[in-house]
């Protein structure tokens, strides 16, 4: 038997924690799960009280899933222990549980151990090795209840949407909830009706500086003389309706004397904000660092997993970055009161530690995020560390020191004037001592207004009976806003409020309601897209009572029950079903009776004039004409183009205004996608059947085809130049019907059969050089014919090719023949072999 074996999910994570475990130990990565349901059947046994059926995840492209449990296993088998070290939430628990059941030994001697730890340090690792733990099945079962949940709404649902509204359209169980969130805002949105009301700020002088402003907070009883005031603006709140109230209010005040009444100072403090989870660190990184919610994560683990810092190699630099919990070790609140006193002084040090309560649900069992060691500050990494790396380094480590430090605290006078049957009140706030605000302040999506108009206000020093000085009193107008987009940070909270999803979700659900089309960002707000709107709708209606913000919540609670024991995974997944069954039998019926949906657009078919509507096929969503099949046309869906997308520049929503007619017959060319992707199809298809590329990221759309003055020798056409992916070539302009391409030839002919030898590139794409006539004849060379006969044995042309050893060299090209030449110089006119095999 040999060492110990140590799995995890990723290769850098293995990397980290190997130098800490010494050569006793064999540290690899399962690169993740390598088990699930299957990809092409349901994989649940329903009347087997939901028996799942798992399977080794096959291979991708991307991914040799066979090769690496067969690694595994080997391993496994050459081990005396094998210590299983995925993540600490359920996830990492089910890849474990997984594990074992596929790559242990089933009569092999190996303990198996779970060993489980919020951070990669040296003590962290040896603490979690010396009280190794089993598999807690509870997670387990946790997992693989959600799993089955997420499988059979996704497997039962989604093919009624293929019914309805057609394509390969997908439902989730959390994410229609999500689209659902920003559906109802945008039609709050769409419904909101502004209203008109108004201020009334008044600006004053006392017997001291400096000028300042008081907004009118209240309105006495009406008077009798004027009478002019609306109910709306009697007593306590201050409602002002119109411009005429607001003259009215402004012309009776002012004749008024401004006389203080109330004077009140008194001091305000603001406590620090708990350390980081994962909701609150990713909006925060959203509002400070513009980061989406993906982005946060990623960056974040690669600060969990390990970053190289010189001579001391891998090194994790955060605590565990899925966690819902504020809790913080005893040893890490030691540190971080230390590192307070030690650099800012007994002032900014609490008396005792600041303990911050988590939510009900949360799993203590994690900490918050923090920093591994908060000696090591931002700035002693900021060569070290990538730009993204240390704008969000920075930011998780100044939250947790500044969450154990004094708050800040400030002066704040309230000042209240009579001015007859008006009363005026300002309000300012000045900071008295900085406290934790010193390190950070947590970002806002919206400050609240009186916190902003107070903050850092300087009032005059005044007395109560003091008469001021009126400079001016305004009549200000405004309007009601409605309420605003969610952007990914607001969306991440209002999931978290409403109890939907956790930790290790968020992430998913911002992408994945992105990558489905169902909701898209324009300058950083979410919109829903016809699409997503359609299908919210369309499940809505026959699914009102799963795909809400309760149930879901409800759901979540269940797992977390199932997680604690207190639950039995397939009561819960029994009693979710009694309800979904019906739905999907009412769901069934109600389609019978639905047409497939067509969601219309303002744009108009440019073969009949009749309007467009977006249809969804094979190869995803498309436009088509809404008089079909009497008119057939189709073209894509332009995408919309972002400031989000473009580096905060906002650009054209499509490209189609730019490119250039059918070089063919003069029409125009639209965008149309195939099985191979995007590209531009002459609308006078099935006529004219011209296509041209696509330009992909920044390039610019490839030019149309350059006629020339030849013809080509197959068909008697005008040839023409075309831009292809390797560069320009010269083809028949009768492509399809025609598929000649001139080949770049060098200028010699082949000894077999005397055709010209041209240029050719392998599949890995190397140049090589061959006769034209193949497969008639295979003669290949791989370095450059010269058209150069060789003075030795007279063989009609030399070789050339090029090394750093010897510069240009000739030899000939009869194996027989040991003629060379050596130290020439390359034609400068002469194209390379390269350049010519990349425009044919």
């Known amino acids: 038997m040999g060492k110990n074996l140590v799995i995890v999910e990723s290769p850098a994570k293995a990397k980290t924690i190997n130098k800490y475990l010494g050569a006793d130990y064999k540290v690899m990565a399962s690169i993740g799960h390598i088990k699930d349901l299957p990809m092409k059947d349901l994989g649940v046994d329903i009347d087997n009280k939901f028996e799942p059926h798992y399977e080794v995840i096959p291979d991708t492209r991307k991914r040799n899933n066979k090769k690496i449990v067969s690694d595994l296993k080997k391993a496994a088998k050459e081990s005396e222990a094998i210590y299983l070290a995925a993540d600490p939430d359920r996830e990492g628990e089910a890849i474990c549980q997984h594990l074992a059941e596929e790559i242990v030994p089933k009569k092999g001697e190996q303990k198996v151990f779970r060993v489980m730890f919020n951070e990669i340090t040296k003590n962290a690792i040896n603490d979690a090795f010396k009280e190794p733990k089993q598999v807690d099945k509870n997670l387990v079962f946790a997992q693989q209840a959600r799993r089955i949940l997420d499988r059979l709404v996704g497997y039962k649902v989604s093919p009624i949407l293929w019914k309805t509204i057609g394509g390969r359209l997908s439902a989730g169980r959390v994410q229609t909830v999500a689209v659902r969130l920003v559906v109802e805002r945008e039609r709050e949105i769409e419904a909101f009706k502004k209203t008109e009301y108004w201020s009334v700020v008044a600006n004053l002088t006392a ?426 046309n189709t073209r894509e869906v332009a995408a919309k183009r972002t400031a989000d997308e473009n580096g905060g520049e906002a650009s054209e929503s499509s490209d189609e205004s730019k490119v250039e007619p059918c070089e063919l017959c003069g029409k125009e060319m639209v965008l149309k996608k195939g099985r191979f992707g995007s590209f531009y199809g002459c609308t006078g298809y099935p006529e004219c059947k011209n296509i041209r590329k696509l330009a992909k990221g920044d390039q610019k759309p490839a030019p149309p085809p350059e006629p020339l003055n030849e013809k080509c020798p197959v068909d008697g056409a005008n040839l023409v130049r075309r831009f292809g992916r390797f560069g320009e070539f010269i083809s028949c302009s009768n492509y399809p019907k025609c598929d000649y391409i001139k080949r770049e030839t060098v200028g010699v002919k082949c000894q077999k059969d005397g055709g010209e030898i041209v240029v050719k590139k392998s599949r890995r794409g190397k140049v090589f050089y061959g006769c034209g006539n193949y497969p008639k004849c295979d003669a290949v060379f791989w370095d450059k014919p010269v058209a150069e006969s060789c003075p030795k044995c007279s063989s009609p042309f030399l070789l050339e090719k090029t090394t750093k050893k010897e510069g240009t060299i000739r030899y000939c090209q009869n194996e027989e023949c040991d003629y060379k030449i050596t130290g020439l110089e390359a034609p400068i006119n002469e194209a390379s072999a390269s350049e010519i095999a990349e425009k044919a």
């Open 207 to 632: 017997a001291l500086p400096p000028n300042f402003d008081a907004k009118l907070a209240r309105v006495g009883e009406l008077s009798v003389k004027s009478g002019k005031f609306d109910e709306a603006v009697k007593d306590s709140e201050i409602h002002i309706k119109t411009q005429a109230d607001a003259a009215a209010i402004v012309e009776e005040a002012e004749k008024e004397q401004f006389v203080v009444s109330s004077l009140t100072t008194k001091e305000r403090k603001r406590n620090p904000t708990p350390p980081f989870i994962t909701s609150k660190l990713q909006q925060d990184a959203a509002r400070k660092l513009g980061f989406s919610v993906k982005r946060t994560m990623t960056v974040a683990q690669r600060l969990y997993e390990g970053i190289e810092l010189g001579t001391e190699g891998a090194v994790g630099l955060i605590t565990y970055m899925r966690t819902d919990s504020t809790r913080v070790s005893d040893a890490a609140l030691i540190d971080v009161r230390g590192f307070v006193e030690n650099n800012y002084g007994d002032s900014y040090l609490p008396a005792k530690p600041n303990i911050y309560r988590s939510k009900k649900d949360a799993q203590d069992a994690h900490e918050a995020i923090r920093p591994t060691d908060v000696t090591r500050t931002p700035e002693s990494l900021s060569d070290i560390l990538g730009p993204d790396e240390l704008k969000l380094y920075r930011l998780i480590w100044q939250r947790f020191v500044a969450s154990q430090m004094s708050p800040a605290v400030f002066d704040q006078t309230t000042i209240e004037i009579d001015a007859g049957r008006f009363m005026f009140r300002a309000s300012g706030s000045v900071l008295k001592f900085d406290g934790f605000l010193r390190v950070y302040q947590e970002g806002r999506d919206e400050k609240p207004a009186e916190e902003e108009d107070d903050e850092g206000r300087d009032l005059p020093l005044v007395k109560e009976g003091e008469t001021l000085n009126l400079k001016s009193i305004t009549p200000n107008q405004h309007f009601t806003e409605p309420p605003p987009r969610f952007t990914e940070a607001t969306l991440v909270k209002a999931l978290e409020e409403k109890g939907i999803g956790r930790p290790s979700t968020y992430a998913a659900i911002m992408t994945t309601i992105q990558d489905r089309e169902y909701v898209e960002k324009v300058e950083g707000k979410f919109h829903p897209t016809p699409l997503g709107t359609t299908v919210n709708d369309l499940l809505i209606a026959s699914f009102d009572d799963i795909f809400n913000t309760a149930y879901t919540a409800r759901m979540e609670e269940e797992l977390d029950e199932i997680e604690d024991g207190k639950l039995d995974w397939r009561d819960a997944l029994a009693e979710f079903y009694e309800k979904f069954a019906k739905d999907l039998e009412n769901a069934a019926e109600s389609i019978k009776n639905i047409k497939k949906t067509a969601i219309p657009t303002d744009e108009i078919c440019e073969k009949c004039g009749s309007r467009m509507v977006i249809k969804f096929g094979r190869f995803g969503q498309f436009l088509a004409c809404e008089t079909y099949p009497e008119c057939k």
